[in-house]
C-alpha cells in the first residue's frame, strides 16, 4: 500500500510565456524543497512535472517511466503520470466526503476494495471518524491531510507539494510538518515541496534548489547553500546579507582580501585569483563571531574589526544587529541571541568588536558586471 | 379549459428542455472554458433572443423557415415538409427563443469551478469524461437547474414568436398562450381567466419543484 519508485529526473526548457530554466532530479525516499520567491516558476515546474502543462523542451522521468521526452515527441497524460499532488488550495471536491474524495483516487482498485482502502487511508492521516464530512465541514489542517491522503491513495510514483501548509495557522503547521516529517520516513518515492519559507524548507528538506524566474540556481543541502552561495543572486534569495566588495592582494607571497583598509585572511579561493583582481565575497551569519566587551584586550584575533552598532532589533530569542565597519564604512549583519546581547550590554550606537572567521569567508565565483552591482544595491 | 393548447404548450416545453440541455452544457462549458478570438461576439448572438422583441425574432424565423429561403428549403429537401405552421416549426423557434436562458447559467456556474479542481481530477486518475460526470456536473448542477427551469418557464409563456411562426393551428401549434388570447379577442373572459389560473399554476408547480431539487444538497463551497 505504500508506494515507492525511483529518482526523478526533471530538465525543462522554455523561453516562455513563463520562462523556464531548469535542471534538478530528486531521488525517491528524499525531500527537495523548491524555494524562492513568488513568480519564480516554483508552481509552474509542479504542473510541469505533473503533466498539467507542456514545456517547450527538455525530459522528465520518474524511475524507469519517461514522462515528457520532446525529442521522442512523448508526453503522457497527468493520468498516466502517477503523480500526487497536494494543490495550494488543497482543490478538495467540494461535493463530495471526505471518504469520496479520497475514494477518486482509488480508480487502480476493484470496486469493493475502494472504501476500506480510503478508510484506511484517512485512518493513517489521523482522520478517523471524519470520512463523512464534506470538505466544508472540515479545519484547514483536517483538508490539508484530506489532500494528503488522496494524493498518497493513487500510490504515486512522486509526491508534489505545493504550499502545503500556507493556508493554516502556525500552530496546525508546525503539527503538520511533523507528520510530513514522520510520513516521510514510510514512503519511498521522490516528495518535491514548494515553499517561499525558507525556514520550513531548511527543516524539513534533505536538499533545497534555489529558484528564479524559472531558472533552477543552485541545489544542495540546507548548509553549502547557506556557507557557499553559487552568486551573489542565490545568496540575497537566501536572505543572506553580508556580501562585500574585494581585492585580492599579495605581499612577501601572502596572499590576503583587501576590504576597504582592511586586509582579511582568507582560508580558500584566493590562489585562483591574481593579484589586484575584484572579487565579490560573502560571510555567513554562523562565521561573524562577537567578543566580549571584557576581553577586548585578549592577544591577536582572527580577521579582527570593530565598529558601531547602528541597528538592533529585538525579535524574540534572536537580536538582529547591523554593524557599521570602521575603516571600511560599510554594514555587517548579523544574529545573536538575545541573551547574549543583554549579558554583553549591547545597545545602539555602542562599539563592538569582531571576528570574521577564515574559514567561513566565501569568494563568489565571478559574475557578469552588471549583475554584481545590482545585488550589491 | 383548451386541454389540446395546454397539451401543446407542455409538449413544447418539456422537448424544448431535452434539446436544449446537451446544448446548453456543451455550449456553457465551452465558453467557460476557452478563450478564442470571436468569443464576443458568440456570446452577443446567443444573447440576441433576450433583447429583440419577440415578433421582430418570429419574424425572422419565419422568413428563414419559408421554402424560398436556405434553411426552409434544406429542410424541405431533408425532410419533405415545410417549417411554417407546423409543431417541427415552433419548436426549432423556441429552441433559437431559448438559448440564452439555457445557455448562460450553465455557463456562469462552470466558470464559478475553480480550474484546480479539475487538474486535481486528472492528477486523482479520472479521464476527461469521468471528470465531467463525477466533479463537474455535480458542480454545476444548480446551473442546470436553473436554465431547465427557466426555459421551462420561458416556453410556457411565449407567445410572439410562436404566432408568427405557427399561427394557431388547433392540436399543432395553438399553445395555451395563444389560446388565451384567442379568448379574449372572442369576449370570452371566462375561459381565458380559467386558462390563465391553469398557466399560473402550472409555471409556479415546475418552478417549485425545479428550485426543491436545487436547493437540496448537503454540501457547500469551501
Known amino acids: 500500500m505504500l508506494p515507492t519508485s525511483g529518482r526523478l529526473e526533471v530538465a525543462v526548457h522554455q523561453a516562455g510565456p513563463i520562462p523556464l530554466d531548469a535542471d534538478f532530479h530528486c531521488e525517491a525516499g528524499e525531500l527537495l524543497a523548491l524555494v524562492g520567491p513568488s513568480g519564480s516558476g516554483k508552481t509552474t515546474l509542479l504542473r510541469v512535472i505533473a503533466g498539467l502543462m507542456k514545456p517547450r523542451t527538455g525530459r522528465i522521468a520518474c524511475g524507469e517511466e519517461v514522462w515528457f521526452d520532446d525529442t521522442a515527441g512523448f508526453d503522457r497524460r497527468p493520468q498516466q503520470r502517477r503523480v500526487g499532488m497536494v494543490f495550494q488550495d488543497y482543490a478538495l471536491f467540494p461535493h463530495l466526503t471526505a471518504r469520496d474524495n479520497v475514494r477518486v483516487a482509488l480508480g487502480h482498485l476493484e470496486a469493493s476494495q475502494r472504501n476500506e482502502r480510503a478508510e484506511r487511508w484517512l485512518d493513517r492521516m489521523h482522520l478517523q471518524g471524519l470520512g463523512n464530512r464534506y470538505p466544508s465541514q472540515l479545519s484547514g489542517g483536517q483538508r490539508q491531510r484530506v489532500a494528503l491522503a488522496r494524493a498518497l491513495a493513487r500510490e504515486p510514483k512522486a509526491l508534489l507539494l505545493d504550499e502545503p501548509f500556507s493556508a493554516v495557522d502556525q500552530v496546525t503547521r508546525r503539527r503538520l510538518q511533523r507528520e510530513l516529517a514522520r510520513l516521510r520516513e514510510q514512503i519511498r518515492i521522490p516528495i518535491l515541496l514548494v515553499t517561499h519559507d525558507l525556514d520550513e524548507a531548511v527543516a524539513l528538506a534533505d536538499r533545497l534548489c534555489v529558484l528564479q524566474g524559472g531558472s533552477s540556481l543552485q541545489m544542495g543541502d540546507a548548509d553549502t547553500l547557506f556557507r557557499h552561495p553559487a552568486s551573489a543572486e542565490v545568496a540575497r534569495l537566501l536572505d543572506r546579507h553580508n556580501l562585500f566588495e574585494g581585492r585580492m592582494v599579495e605581499s612577501r607571497g601572502e596572499r590576503r582580501l583587501q576590504w576597504g583598509s582592511l586586509t582579511l585572511d582568507v582560508a580558500q579561493g584566493l590562489e585562483r585569483l591574481t593579484p589586484g583582481e575584484a572579487v565579490t565575497w560573502y560571510v555567513p551569519d554562523s562565521d561573524v563571531v562577537l567578543h566580549r566587551a571584557e576581553r577586548s584586550s585578549c592577544g591577536p584575533r582572527e580577521n579582527s574589526v570593530s565598529g558601531r552598532i547602528s541597528e538592533m532589533v529585538i525579535m524574540g530569542g534572536t537580536t538582529s544587529l547591523a554593524v557599521v565597519i570602521d575603516h571600511v564604512d560599510e554594514t555587517l549583519r548579523f544574529d545573536v541571541s538575545t541573551h547574549a546581547a543583554r549579558r554583553g550590554g549591547l545597545m545602539r550606537g555602542g562599539w563592538v568588536q569582531l571576528s570574521l572567521l577564515a574559514s567561513g569567508i566565501h569568494l563568489l565565483p565571478k559574475e557578469s558586471k552588471e549583475r554584481q552591482d545590482e545585488y550589491l544595491r | ?222
Not at chain 2, 456553457?28 to 468569443?39: P, V
Not at chain 2, 424565423?61 to 426552409?72: E, K, Q, T, Y
Not at chain 2, 417541427?88 to 456556474?109: C, D, E, K, M
Not at chain 2, 469521468?130 to 409563456?157: C, D
Open chain 2, 1 to 222: 379549459m383548451d386541454w389540446t393548447a395546454l397539451s401543446v404548450s407542455l409538449q413544447l416545453a418539456v422537448l424544448t428542455c431535452l434539446f436544449l440541455l446537451p446544448v446548453g452544457l456543451w455550449v456553457g462549458r465551452t465558453l467557460a472554458h476557452t478563450h478564442f478570438r470571436g468569443k464576443p461576439l458568440c456570446e452577443a448572438l446567443i444573447a440576441l433572443p433576450l433583447v429583440m422583441p419577440p415578433t421582430v425574432l418570429g419574424f425572422y424565423l419565419m422568413i428563414s423557415f419559408g421554402r424560398d429561403a436556405p434553411f426552409g428549403a434544406f429542410w424541405h429537401r431533408l425532410t419533405g415538409e415545410g417549417l411554417n405552421f407546423t409543431f417541427t416549426g415552433i419548436l426549432l423557434a423556441s429552441l433559437v427563443a431559448n438559448l440564452p436562458f439555457a445557455v448562460q447559467p450553465i455557463q456562469r456556474a462552470f466558470e464559478g469551478i475553480p480550474a484546480n479542481l479539475r487538474e486535481a481530477a486528472w492528477c486523482s486518475g479520472l479521464s476527461p469524461w469521468q471528470t465531467f460526470l463525477r466533479i463537474e456536473l455535480p458542480l454545476v448542477w444548480p446551473g442546470v437547474i436553473s436554465a431547465l427551469a427557466l426555459t421551462f418557464a420561458h416556453t410556457l409563456g411565449e407567445f410572439g414568436v410562436i404566432l408568427m411562426v405557427g399561427g394557431a393551428i388547433d392540436g399543432e401549434t395553438r399553445t395555451l398562450a395563444i389560446a388565451i388570447y384567442d379568448r379574449v379577442q372572442a369576449f370570452d373572459e371566462r375561459g381565458a381567466g380559467i386558462m390563465s389560473a391553469m398557466l399560473l399554476l402550472v409555471s409556479f408547480l415546475t418552478i417549485g419543484v425545479v428550485y426543491g431539487l436545487a436547493g437540496r444538497r448537503r454540501w457547500r463551497r469551501v
